[in-house]
């Protein structure tokens, strides 16, 4: 090498340094930029206290901080129940729900971009047939979907007691619920009798499912016994992971969450990092959210609603109920900004 080739390449080094850093500058911002600018974002579909049953919409584009749709007005006139959606193998969207708990019809409707419902069908449960849940009353409660891309499959899962209430003791209903399952590759024909999700003797109620990406399924519940000092889990959500879609499952886990908690709905953060699991802190006072890297936790639970914005990492449409969470596109999220602006 000259001597000559030697000066200008000391003379430009300073000037390559300056490159070199600004070229890891711009790769540690890019690296660093908000979940919020990518191109997920997520859709609850919910109901509100004060209107329980019918179906409202809240969005957000990072999974933590939701902005309430279309002047916190309904978005259907003819939904009611505890919105479960679910895209299906045609790509379109299937939402469940009934009229009430009574209700002997599980209803389904069908929408191509979630904005326009049409009804899709019924399902009438055979109660009578149920295995190892003898004398179920004719209660459905909180029909959820899941279809299962794998088997091409869809759950559907819901809680049915099988002692009535009474003054003297209300809860004996509550701890005689049964979460209940039937498998349909349509929605429209269901080939077996429901059957019980769980062996174990546990009152569980508000069952979803989840697929773990290190195998099998996780199923998510709520322990629907009263809390006390034998039962400290109780009305808490939980999670049992099994390795198939029906299980079998082991007894779940710690809790998730405080007591007298439910209608758990879980997304994955938008990087595909962490999971957040949400909960109603019922009847309708405020949302709770713990937060996990894997299915498995560890779980801790996230400062959010407090009064007091310098604790708050998430920020939940106030008065909002039970309902799902579902991962959209930001062009969906534009879609349902436009059809039902504030």
Not at 64 to 89: E, R
Request: glycine share 8%; hydrophobic share 35%; net charge neutral.
């Amino acid at each position: 090498m000259t001597s000559m080739v030697k000066g200008i390449l000391r003379a430009l080094a300073p000037m390559l340094f300056v490159l070199g850093a600004g070229q890891a500058l711009a790769q540690a911002a890019e690296e660093a930029k908000p979940a919020a600018e990518s191109e997920k974002a997520y859709l609850f579909a919910h109901m509100m206290k004060g209107d329980y049953g019918t179906l409202y919409y809240s969005i957000s584009t990072d999974g933590l901080h939701w902005t309430f749709l279309n002047k916190g007005k309904p978005v259907s006139s003819d939904y009611h129940g505890h919105a479960s959606i679910a895209q299906g193998p045609d790509g379109r969207y299937y939402l469940v729900g009934n009229k009430s708990d009574d209700d002997p019809l599980i209803r389904f409707w069908v929408s191509d971009d979630l904005i326009r419902w049409e009804p899709f069908g019924t399902y009438q449960p055979d109660l009578a047939k149920v295995k190892n849940h003898p004398h179920a009353l004719q209660r459905i409660g909180a029909p959820k979907l899941f279809f299962d891309k794998p088997s091409g499959q869809v759950l559907l899962m819901w809680h049915t007691p099988n002692v009535p209430g009474s003054d003297e003791d209300p809860e004996r209903y509550w701890a005689s619920q049964r979460t209940l399952y039937a498998l349909s590759k349509d929605l429209k024909t269901f080939t077996a009798p429901p059957k019980r999700l769980f062996t174990w003797d546990m009152a569980t109620i508000d069952t979803i499912m989840q697929p773990n990406p290190a195998g099998g399924y996780c199923a998510i519940i709520k322990d629907e016994r009263y809390p006390s000092y034998n039962w400290t889990t109780g009305k808490t959500i939980r999670i049992a992971c099994g390795p198939t879609l029906t299980g079998p499952f082991p007894e779940p886990g710690p809790p998730l969450s405080p007591n007298f908690r439910e209608a758990p709905t879980l997304i994955r953060s938008p990087d595909g990092g962490d999971w957040y699991l949400y909960y109603e802190q019922y009847a309708g006072t405020s949302y709770g959210l713990s937060m996990a890297p894997r299915l498995e936790g560890p779980w801790y639970q996230v400062s959010g609603n407090s009064g007091i914005p310098e604790w708050n990492r998430y920020e939940m449409t106030p008065g909002a109920r039970h309902g799902s969470m579902l991962p959209i596109s930001r062009a969906q999220y534009d879609a349902l900004v436009k059809a039902f602006p504030n």
